[in-house]
Nanobody, 122 residues
Framework: QVQLVESGGGLVQAGGSLRLSCAAS????????VGWFRQVQGKEREFVAG????????SYADSVKGRFTISRDNLKNTVSLQMNSLKAEDTADYYC???????????????WGQGTQVTVSS
């Protein structure tokens, strides 16, 4: 199993940037596809970005494409989400998740962190 801990959330003005980090412990992080998800209270959780085990392939939700960048450092067991040009609609709780599948998209993520809150003021 793998345990995930997110950090880096906070309050930022619209147009600003934040960098979220997901730190893993347990089994080697390189064994997992990793995704970032977000959820607004009262709404369904949505996929934000994902990265394959080696980091060779990434995928993004249309709403964040060109503004967010996901990356990973398997030696440090971390995955980061660089968020630029933030908008008020990016406000949500952000979660890191890991999957033992090779695909990024899909309901295969079975390890989740506790989340970190991102608030973007307009």
């Amino acid at each position: 199993q793998v345990q995930l801990v997110e950090s880096g959330g906070g309050l930022v003005q619209a147009g600003g940037s934040l960098r979220l980090s997901c730190a893993a412990s347990g089994r080697p992080f390189s064994m997992y596809t990793v995704g970032w998800f977000r959820q607004v209270q009262g709404k369904e959780r949505e996929f934000v970005a994902g990265i394959t085990r080696s980091g060779s392939s990434t995928s993004y939700a249309d709403s964040v494409k060109g503004r967010f960048t996901i990356s990973r450092d398997n030696l440090k067991n971390t995955v980061s989400l660089q968020m630029n040009s933030l908008k008020a609609e990016d406000t949500a709780d952000y979660y890191c998740a890991a999957s033992e599948r090779f695909v990024i998209r899909g309901n295969y993520y079975n390890y989740w962190g506790q989340g970190t809150q991102v608030t973007v003021s307009s």
